[in-house]
């Protein structure tokens, strides 16, 4: 029998409800545990997706929140990667099998039997679902925790769990850096993060926006050009110029559109995800051998990889910090598009409230 703690959370019991308080259990560490105190937590868009049962897979209770920085406050008997006082970081997974080949070559994102999500996912400790980073406190597995640098702002860093990995995977993969030119389509909590992050490699990057009002920002963030993508003129001045294009776009778009602009051999990656499916043409494809193609955060060794790039390259992503009382409203806004570039929750405010 696992013993458990009881702590203040904030979640939801069903899709149609508010985010409430409510109580919930963690587990105590046991041997590679360390139990790490919330001090803040990006708000992604998986986390409203997943809370109002937007991809029909939602286990309630349910308690958001996969991009948490916060302080170990005690470590189980067999830890050797941390220690209490360090600051650390947990992104979308907590686990995963640590057997098949995915899990052996790094890539526990894409582990065959399913890795654990830090919340929404069976526990494999307790029979409930995982819960996440919107509570006081978290119980993680060491292997599955990650340094923070230290030059870092706190608050700035906790979307890097989540937006930052999930940009600088699909950009080092497909090896973009000096004398590539790269296309980022979406200016928004992805979309800023793939602008400073493709910057930082070395690539010329070029900005792709359906929104006049982006084009200063796209600018301020290090695009060398910004386009307008509803504008066939602008759009047509990059056919087949770009060596790779990082599409952050959630809602339908004309992929065609984008994949003209790729050269030769050039690779669209999408890290956005739209609710319908989005239509190719063949010859998008067939005409200058270009690749369609997706990806899904990364592994935890990656993610440490890009913590580290940031913390050389300072940086952070664009935050609007909340309290968590707050967190109804901020989803009714991110439905709108209505933040810069990503909601952080300050967890002072859970831990205060009666």
């Known amino acids: 029998m696992t013993e458990t703690t009881n702590i203040k959370a904030y979640g939801t019991e069903a899709a149609e409800a508010p985010l409430n308080q409510l109580g919930i259990d963690r587990r105590k560490p046991t041997a590679h545990d360390v139990e790490i105190d919330i001090l803040y937590c990006g708000v992604c868009h998986s986390d409203l997706h997943t809370a109002r049962n937007e991809w029909h897979g939602t286990i309630y209770p349910c308690v958001p929140g996969h991009e948490i920085v916060g302080k170990i406050v005690s470590v189980g008997d067999h830890v050797s990667k941390f220690k209490v006082g360090d600051v650390v970081g947990v992104g979308c997974m907590v686990d995963s099998c640590r057997e098949c080949q995915y899990c052996q070559e790094g890539l526990e994102q894409y582990c065959e039997p399913g890795m654990t999500g830090t919340y929404n996912s069976p526990d494999k400790y307790l029979d409930t679902p995982t819960f996440g980073g919107y509570s006081e406190n978290v119980v993680v597995d060491e292997n599955f925790v990650l340094r923070i640098p230290e030059n870092l702002e706190l608050a700035a860093t906790a979307p890097l769990l989540c937006a930052g990995i999930t940009t600088y995977s699909p950009l080092r993969h497909w090896n973009v850096g000096p004398g590539k030119k790269v296309g980022i389509v979406g200016i928004g909590g992805l979309g800023h993060m793939g602008i400073k992050i493709a910057k930082a490699m070395g690539a010329e990057v070029v900005a792709f926006t359906t929104s006049e009002s982006k084009f200063a920002e796209a600018k301020r963030l290090g695009a060398d050009e910004v386009v307008m993508s509803k504008d066939a003129g602008q759009m047509a001045a990059y056919q ?42 063949a010859f998008s494809l067939i005409a200058g051998r270009k690749s369609f193609s997706g990806s899904m955060i990364g592994g935890i060794a990656e993610t440490q990889e890009m913590l580290d790039f940031c913390g050389e390259h300072n940086i952070v992503a664009d935050i609007e910090m909340i309290d968590i009382q707050q967190i109804n409203d901020a989803y009714e806004r991110l439905l709108k598009g209505d933040v810069k570039y990503r909601f952080v929750i300050d967890m002072a405010s859970l831990k205060n409230q009666d």
């Open 240 to 281: 087949g110029k770009l060596h790779f294009i990082l599409d952050a776009v959630s809602a339908e778009h004309d992929i065609n559109a984008y994949l003209g602009l790729l050269r030769v051999d050039g690779s669209l990656a999408l890290v956005g995800a739209p609710e319908n499916p989005l239509p190719v043409a």
